[in-house]
């Protein structure tokens, strides 16, 4: 059915054009620094599928500022750039001259945020934090649900509201909950445009066109960013130590949200120990296993994250966790699931303490015990 028939259809000329972009991407898990073994590959090309139909998700399905709906960030199998199995993230298209309302519940959860941004990582001028509020200030109904007007006239003295500014473009709902089962029965937000726009019209081919060329940008901008940014540190010495994460600003997380970072490489038979003191307190705090790709491993069934709840502490309050291929009978297990190199992360939210340190050592697997 190709071109020996005649000229192609635009419609199929435009998925073709996707097709072949996101082919060209695949060379990603070939890039320096990238785990020379072809299963690791594999996993490579399975992450860049994630990023890809999450972007198909955004930019086809849930792109309409008349009509906005939530895409989540973040499930069992989507994991974009660096997830968190204590977070989830949804995410909404909008417009800086509409009103919207968002409806949805904290309950059984830790914090909220959400924030109001302008732009994107697309645009010449990147992605700018308009407005946001957490639920220290936003008002929550004794059940836990809570309505959040977005708009370009706020109300003074509301504070279930968030400004709108002319170039506003989207808005993100953070929970943080320290709970697996509860996060995965939370309830779903929803956002509506006031006044209702009515029923979408039926798509069109420059439409489709778009879209298509927003999700390859941002699927190769995305996963591209992460396999490059990923390089060995250029000190040897580096790997296998956490240090405070830097933020120039382009994180846009919470004022008070703080992080440690470090990457690990581990031979069969080593594990990674992690010494922290935890007690000078912040609201929510976990560490997070990362593979080289940023995914955790499938937390349904291995512990990818350990956080204030989860931990089991030393009489002293210390925390130390160990970071192994296979289950040392030990408290803190973080488990690799046999991948030999990754990243591990502290999240540190809402505390006025500082961010502690963490102490590493690699030891034999078989010595582990005699640490105790």
Known sequence: MGDALGPVDPSVEVWR????????????VLAAGTPDDPDARAEGIRALSRYATFALENFVERADPERPDFVE????IRKYMGDNPDQTYFSAVIRGDRSYRIN??????????VGVYAGDYRSDGGRRLVDAVEDTTLRVDPDGTYELLLTPDPQPDNPNQLRLEPDASSVILRTYFTDRDVRLAHPRPSIEAIPSAGPAPALTLDQLRRALEQAVLFTTGSFGWWVHQRKPPPIEELVNTIQPMPDDGDLLTPDNVRYLFGDWELGPDEALVVDFDPSGGADYWGWVLLTHWGETVDWRTRTAVINGDTAVRSDDGTVRLVVAHEDPGLPNWLDTAGHPTGSLSLRWFRSTAP???AATRVVPFDQLYALQ
């Not at 054009?17 to 990603?28: L, S, V």
């Not at 960030?73 to 069992?76: E, G, I």
């Open 104 to 113: 949805a519940t904290m309950a059984g959860a830790v914090a909220i945020e």
């Open 73 to 76: 960030y973040q499930t069992t």
């Open 17 to 28: 054009a996707y097709c072949q972009a996101m082919a060209d991407a695949g060379e990603f």
């Open 355 to 357: 961010l502690p340190q």
